[in-house]
């Protein structure tokens, strides 16, 4: 184990990350399927309850920085020059970042508090 | 190739699916989100041909990615680490993946 367990701490990541969305997923598919959203307003009512919306953005964030961390390992792996991955693992933080940013802003934007 | 190797690079490939469909998948949430016609956009994209053909493989890398997930969860608690139980739980979710997902193709198509 390194010394400051950064390996550690995104493995825990991954994990802790992967129950949540598993919960959360089968939640989610259970409740739209059991009450269909079928037009824009009820669609725009479950995401605009806190709760939804909250869960919805733990969710989202959770998925991208779980995927860094998939993405992360795939490089370690496969490309052994490290400047390349270097700079590739740079590319991808920063658009989960972004993503995350952008996903962040337009779930705020129509929570109804 | 052994079926763990199997299960285990088809984990790795379906993780690496989704996370390319990632950002459009959001921009279809965001859209559907934002207003009535965003709602009807998404909509219209999610009826074309190779958005649909996308979603059906989407399934299938969630489903196969969900499976292979708690097993590795499982092998990180030590449970079914022993070959017998590895081959018997690497076949079971490659299986139970094409399954499940055939049964939830039918039913949303």
Redesign the interface.
Known sequence: MSLRAQGLRTWLLQ?LS??YM?IY?LVAISWLSINPPL??PT??AV?AHPLTNMFTQLF?FL??AH?WV??RD?FVDYVHHAPTRFILLLLVST?QLM?AI??FM??Y??VQL | MPITAIASILHRLSGAFIFFTTPFLLYLFIASLKSNSGFALANAWLDSWWVTLLYLILIWAAVHHLLAGIRCLLLDLDIGVDCSSANLSAMLVTGLAVGLSVITIVWVL
Do not use: E, H, P, T
């Open positions: 994990r992967a129950v598993a997923s037009d824009f669609w725009q995401f989202i998925l991208l995927a998939g993405v795939i658009m993503l952008w996903s337009a779930l934007s129509v």
